[in-house]
């Protein structure tokens, strides 16, 4: 499983210029949210899933991919090269 900072490094290399990481406290994120327009309710529920996934919740690999593709999925690295013009 790739953190956050190792998808950022690989984004750096791939792009080969400066890509930072920031960490936003879940509170703020929601208070962001819903000064955006999103209902309280969704913005709560959606905190939880973050908080879930940081905490590890969600720290598992699968074969899911290869069952519904019928192929291994592609790693990060592949993901990001192939959509290198879409950071530019």
Known sequence: M????????????VLGRPVECVDV???VVQEQM???GRDPEFAQ?????QRFIAE???ARLTDDVAAVL?????TYAVWAADHR????
């Open 2 to 13: 790739l953190s956050t900072p190792d998808q950022v490094e690989i984004l750096r290399k």
């Open 25 to 27: 406290p879940l509170e």
């Open 45 to 49: 529920g959606a905190i939880r899933g």
């Open 34 to 36: 819903i000064a955006a």
């Open 56 to 58: 590890g919740g969600n």
């Open 70 to 74: 019928g192929r291994r999925a592609r």
């Open 85 to 88: 013009a879409a950071f530019d």
